[in-house]
């Protein structure tokens, strides 16, 4: 017999988590409201030329990560392994710029990515992020910028820190990318394999490598983008600095800052902190002006973040959350009660809203009782053939331990007393 595992790289979760998760979910949603931004879904699985176009063809997520497949049809379909290109494609395709010039878009929502997974990195994982689409200005990156920190700032996160940078607009990135190729080429074989690769396909990313030997001969060598940005990207960058400052978003300017996805332009940024580990990096974002053209909508400008709710999660102190209990605990012993019992038991869920949990498993009185008290449910009722001779049941506040026996008939008026 073949025994049935989880996909490595996926998770499930359990119902304690499933509350947590939740909770967590609900201060999401309301902080993005707050913000002003309206929640988007897309499909879970789009066409895959729109991930090439959108994240670039030499990027890790399309060159190694992406789960792909073709249908029947011989459609060529992705599982996203992000939502910046879906939200964009969305917003071209319902002509949202023709309803307003400005659209500020969320999403909490799960993606794949074919990585090695470790604590902090999944192939299945959630991402919560927000999309403002239409404000070339600076103040809109402020605002993302503020979006993802106050989300933090609300769970209370420690040890986070704000990672800045501006890597200009895409017009100076030819001219940028020759010099940091010629810069390179005397030290070219003595970089890694990868930032060897690097160099001629993606080599921004170059500043991503951890080797350590890489990164001296970077530092000793290449010149970095932020040097080379024009003026008006200067100024652009110096007003997001300014209103993170009057704000009070602590920030540190780090000029080798370059994201993994090709679409970025102006601002980038990553919040990161010490509690997660390896994976260290809470969400990251930035400036996307030319992704909406060049996936064949008009120019329009958008910058945007996404976090990761698994590394959210974990670097959260859990003792915020409540664990929820039940309202009751229903006792009840022999057939006759059973059925009365069932029915009681609907009727208080119905009309009282009241989270009751049902005995059937027939145990005895003492077994039944010692499973109210794990439920740790504020109350027990309990119907036995004495009691349902009787038309009574017992009430048992588990919290005070009085008991007391009322009239069946009277159990509705007792629950819309306490409502
Ligand atoms: P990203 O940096 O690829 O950016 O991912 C954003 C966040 O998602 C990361 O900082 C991390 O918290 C989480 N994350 C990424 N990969 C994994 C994984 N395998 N397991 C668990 N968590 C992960 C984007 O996705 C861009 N679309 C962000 C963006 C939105 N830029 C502009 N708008």
Not at 218 to 223: F, G, Q
Not at 284 to 294: A, D, V
Request: proline letters at 3%.
């Amino acid at each position: 017999m073949i025994k049935f595992r989880n996909i490595k790289g996926t998770h499930d979760l359990l119902p304690e988590e499933v509350s947590i998760w939740r909770q967590v979910e609900n201060i999401i949603h309301f902080i993005m409201e707050q913000h002003g931004f309206g929640e988007i879904r897309t499909p879970v699985f789009e066409h895959t030329d729109l991930f090439i176009r959108g994240i670039g063809t030499d990027t890790d997520i399309v060159s190694k990560e992406m789960y792909s497949w073709k249908d029947q049809g011989d459609n060529l379909l992705t599982l996203r392994p992000e939502l910046t290109a879906p939200v964009a494609r969305a917003y071209i395709q319902h002509q949202l710029a023709n309803k307003n010039p400005m659209h500020r878009l969320y999403y909490l929502d799960s993606l794949f990515r074919r990585e090695r997974p470790q604590k902090g990195r999944q192939r299945q994982f959630h991402q919560f992020g927000a999309e403002a689409i239409g404000s070339p200005n600076p103040e809109q990156d402020a605002e993302i910028i503020a979006v993802a920190y106050n989300m933090f700032e609300k769970f209370k996160i420690t040890n986070m820190t704000v990672v800045l940078n501006s890597i200009g607009s895409q017009e100076i990135r030819p001219k940028y990318l020759k010099l940091l190729r010629s810069s390179l080429l005397k030290v070219k074989l003595e970089l890694c394999s990868t930032c060897q690769n690097r160099i001629e396909k993606n080599a921004l990313r170059l500043f991503d490598c951890k080797n350590l030997h890489c990164q001296s001969l970077l530092d000793k060598n290449a010149p970095l983008i932020f040097d080379q940005i024009s003026d008006s990207d200067y100024k652009h960058f110096d007003i997001v600095r300014k209103i993170l400052n009057e704000i009070g978003i602590p920030f540190y300017h780090d000029k080798k800052l370059v994201r993994g996805l090709d679409y970025y332009s102006h601002t980038t940024f990553e919040i990161t902190s010490t509690s997660l580990g390896a994976q260290n990096a809470l969400c990251g974002g930035g400036r996307y002006n030319n992704l909406i053209e060049q996936l064949g909508g008009k120019s329009t400008p958008a910058v945007g973040f996404a976090a990761g709710l698994e590394r959210l999660i974990l670097a959260i102190d859990k003792s915020q959350f409540s664990v929820q209990v039940p309202d009751i605990y229903f006792i009840h012993l022999g057939q006759d009660s059973t059925i009365i019992a069932s029915k009681i038991a609907n009727d208080i869920r119905m009309r009282h809203n009241k989270i009751v949990v049902f005995e059937v498993l027939r145990r005895s009185l003492k077994a039944q009782m010692r499973e109210a008290g794990r439920s740790n449910a504020k109350m027990v009722l309990i119907l036995g053939d004495d009691e349902l001779k009787s038309n009574k049941i017992i009430i048992k506040n588990m919290l005070s331990g009085d008991q007391k026996k009322i009239a069946i008939s009277k159990l509705d008026q007792y629950f819309s007393n306490l409502d």
